[in-house]
């Protein structure tokens, strides 16, 4: 992880320097603020990987000596069967279709959104008397 960060930091630096040249060559308030936020957003991603690297055991991407297959391992739990993403595009659909048809299409929208978060959030929740 402590590559990560010093990647992330020194992207940081570099989106710093160019939001200033291009600040003082274009005068141009919106694309500066872009870059200035994009360093700001760069450079927290980069100190929160350089601070957690230090309270971190250090993986096989930090050493110099380590194989592809060293990092190789389970990566977490992935539901197979989830329909709630489905549910979370569709109510983003019609929000942003709101958006452009008109503002009363959010009221359908929210409730779709809505269930697919709390079916998200709770589809293995089976409550503290029940196994499995």
Do not use: C, N
Request: charged share 15%; aromatic share 18%; proline share 3%.
């Amino acid at each position: 992880m402590r590559i990560q960060g010093k990647m992330f930091l020194g992207l940081a630096v570099f989106i710093l320097a160019v939001a200033f040249v291009y600040g003082f060559w274009s005068k141009e308030p919106a694309g500066t603020t872009a870059l200035f936020l994009a360093f700001a957003l760069t450079l927290m991603i980069g100190f929160y990987l350089a601070y957690t690297a230090r309270r971190a055991d250090a993986g096989a991407q930090d050493r110099e000596d380590a194989d592809v297959a060293d990092d190789a391992g389970e990566l977490g739990f992935f539901s197979p069967h989830s329909w709630q993403p489905l549910a979370l595009g569709v109510g983003g659909a019609l929000g942003f279709l709101g958006i452009v048809f008109g503002w009363w299409l959010l009221f359908f929208s929210l409730p779709v959104i809505l269930v697919g978060v709390y079916g998200w959030a709770f589809e293995y929740y089976r409550g503290e008397d029940r196994t499995q």
